[in-house]
């Protein structure tokens, strides 16, 4: 309740290290109503660029009544 309040209060997210999976991984805490949330972080390392999927896509066709 300590945490929760005080970062409602301040307006302010708080940052943190958590170890999920034998992996060290930073997050993000916020106010979220009554919880806290988390939002796990990832090094620019570890994330693959959108391109890398491409080719995975089909290419699909969307008619007019569909997009509606």
Do not use: C, K, Q, W
């Amino acid at each position: 309740a300590v945490l929760h309040n005080g970062l409602r209060d301040s307006g302010r997210h708080g940052v943190a290290r958590i170890v999920m999976g034998s992996r060290e991984l930073p997050v993000v805490l916020r106010p979220l109503g009554r919880v806290i949330a988390m939002t796990a972080l990832e090094f620019a390392n570890r994330v693959r660029s959108s391109t890398d999927y491409e080719s995975e896509v089909d290419v699909v066709t969307v008619s007019p009544a569909e997009s509606r």
